[in-house]
């Protein structure tokens, strides 16, 4: 009984080749541990609060004024 040819490459899928190295070079400058709290902070609190307001008034939203 043969398989189809679209059928064994579904059930036999290739694996990808290995993935490259996407630096070549040691990073021109540090990033400091002030620079890295400092971009975390303004990550998360960019993300977090708008959330957090929304969630808060929750409650304002349900009234059908």
């Excluded at 579904?10 to 993935?19: F, K, N, V």
């Excluded at 902070?41 to 409650?59: I, K, M, R, Y």
């Amino acid at each position: 009984m043969s398989v189809s040819p679209v059928l064994r490459a579904l059930l036999h899928p290739r694996l990808a080749p290995p993935a490259r190295a996407v630096h070549s070079y040691p990073p021109e400058s540090h990033v400091g541990p002030l620079e890295t709290v400092i971009s975390l902070g303004t990550f998360f609190v960019t993300a977090l609060v708008p959330s957090g307001w929304v969630l808060a008034n929750t409650e304002s939203y349900k009234k059908r004024d």
